[in-house]
């Protein structure tokens, strides 16, 4: 099946418009054609697959709506990590400090680059890369301080929000892949090309 999400919204709603619209001619042809015959029940089969295609828009808006409160809140849950462990790293004994800090804004930058402009699943596959990359830096300082003195207060709190961190990216981008099933939106496009014929049938007969 014909991934989707692999093309852009432009090129998916100009081929749906076209497809739609050639079925409109394409009914409306055979409606001429078919004059004077069954006009009522294609008027019937019209408005029954008009409301089954509403019935199926309203789902689809309900399940893409779901998703998007999904991320968004995965979003924020992963700012607020980040932004706490930022700031229990500032309790940190030297150098580890200055090295944890600056490693966490690559962090953010990364998700700033991948959010402010236009991304393929290649850019993101190596923003994931590089961003695990860093966790590793991160977690290597926090075994590094732990080993020193595991009796830290601050070393403890930070290992905690790190923690958190890590897992919030993997919810995040658990989130981010939880789109509307493939076979949602192509159902909906050929319910809508059903639709276009039964109306250009009608409107030639």
């Given at each position: 099946m014909i991934d989707l999400y692999n093309y852009s919204l432009l090129t998916i709603f100009l081929v749906g418009v076209a497809a739609i619209l050639l079925a409109i001619e394409i009914g409306h042809w055979l409606g001429v054609r078919a004059t004077g015959k069954?006009?009522?029940?294609?008027?019937?089969?019209?408005?029954?697959?008009?409301?089954?295609?509403?019935?199926?828009?309203?789902?689809t808006f309900a399940m893409a709506l779901s998703r998007f409160e999904a991320r968004r809140d995965a979003i924020l849950a992963e700012a607020n990590a980040i932004g706490t462990t930022a700031l229990r790293a500032r309790l940190l004994p030297?150098?580890?400090?200055?090295?944890?800090?600056?490693?966490?804004r690559d962090y953010v930058r990364i998700r700033l680059d991948v959010t402010?402009?236009?991304?393929?699943?290649?850019?993101?596959?190596?923003?994931?890369?590089?961003?695990?990359?860093?966790?590793?830096?991160?977690?290597?300082?926090?075994?590094?301080?732990?080993?020193?003195?595991?009796?830290?207060?601050?070393?403890?709190?930070?290992?905690?929000?790190l923690n958190e961190t890590i897992d919030d990216q993997a919810k995040r981008l658990n989130a981010l892949r939880n789109r509307v099933p493939n076979i949602v939106p192509s159902a909906l496009f050929a319910v809508a090309i059903i639709v276009g014929g039964f109306a250009g049938y009608g409107t030639g007969a």
């Open positions: 069954g006009g009522d029940n294609i008027s019937t089969l019209e408005g029954a697959v008009i409301g089954l295609l509403a019935l199926m828009v309203g789902f030297e150098p580890h400090r200055k090295e944890v800090l600056g490693l966490l402010q402009r236009s991304t393929t699943r290649t850019d993101l596959a190596a923003a994931i890369e590089n961003s695990n990359a860093i966790q590793e830096k991160l977690w290597q300082h926090a075994m590094a301080m732990a080993a020193a003195d595991n009796g830290m207060v601050p070393t403890g709190l930070f290992i905690q929000t």
